[in-house]
């Protein structure tokens, strides 16, 4: 199965970006559907944007439409997620996660998703 590792996260001023990455092992991408997730303490995992398949396109959550961008190299079986803007509301932990395409759970939610990285701190002050 696909093994996932994220990288980018740090600490940003308000209106500062950050982009995201999440590297895949083990598989392609190209076979799943793909999505960034994010969850802060005593709160649920919430989606944030994903990529179901190349016809299909991507999804976001409306608290970051305009703001983020995802995206996929597939050559590199690369997961990305640019985050433009930030505002406080974006601190969180992130996680990029794989998920069947052939399902009709939607692709914003957490139970859709298979096999999930360990997360990559964003903190915006």
């Known amino acids: 199965h696909v093994q996932l590792v994220e990288s980018g996260g740090g600490s940003v001023q308000v209106g500062g970006s950050l982009r995201l990455s999440c590297v895949a092992s083990g598989d392609t991408i190209g076979r799943y559907c793909m999505g960034w997730f994010r969850q802060i303490p005593d709160r649920e995992r919430e989606g944030v944007a994903a990529?179901?398949?190349?016809?299909?396109?991507?999804v976001y959550a409306d608290s970051v439409k305009g703001r983020f961008t995802i995206s996929q190299d597939k050559a590199n079986d690369t997961l990305n997620l640019q985050m433009n803007s930030l505002i406080p509301e974006d601190t969180a932990i992130y996680y990029c996660?794989?998920?069947?395409?052939?399902?009709?759970?939607?692709?914003?939610?957490?139970?859709?998703?298979?096999?999930w990285g360990q997360g990559t701190q964003v903190t915006v002050s």
């Open positions: 996660a794989a998920g069947s395409r052939a399902t009709i759970t939607p692709p914003m939610e957490a139970r859709r998703y298979d096999y």
């Open positions: 990529i179901v398949s190349a016809d299909a396109g991507t």
